[in-house]
């Protein structure tokens, strides 16, 4: 069984910044992706960023692109979300994913472990 915890998120006014972290414990992640989502009232969940434990390699969302940065701990298990230039449109729910397949993925339904999400509120 997999855990992902999330934390760091708050309610923030539009220009500000905020980093969120996921914890993931019960199994090795080595080779696992890890993922962000989102999901505001009344919308479907949205892929956020991506990035692999074993590689470098991240990918993001247009919407988030240059003001959201994935990245990761192997040591600690942990993925953060630095999310800077805030908007109120980014307002939502935030959710960390595990996803077990090797291949890169956008779509929620590929991942196989979730958080419990966190609350980001950007005030205008």
């Known amino acids: 069984q997999v855990q992902l915890v999330e934390s760091g998120g708050g309610l923030v006014q539009a220009g500000g910044s905020l980093r969120l972290s996921c914890t993931a414990s019960?199994?090795?992640?080595?080779?696992?992706?890890m993922g962000w989502f989102r999901q505001a009232p009344g919308k479907e969940r949205e892929f956020v960023a991506a990035i692999s434990w074993s590689d470098s390699y991240a990918y993001y969302a247009d919407s988030v692109k240059g003001r959201f940065t994935i990245s990761r701990d192997n040591a600690k298990n942990t993925v953060y979300l630095q999310m800077n230039s805030l908007k109120p449109e980014d307002t939502a729910v935030y959710y960390c994913a595990a996803r077990l397949q090797l291949s890169r993925s956008v779509v929620a339904g590929q991942y196989d472990y979730w958080g419990q999400g966190t609350q980001v509120t950007v005030s205008s």
């Open positions: 019960g199994r090795t992640f080595s080779s696992y992706r």
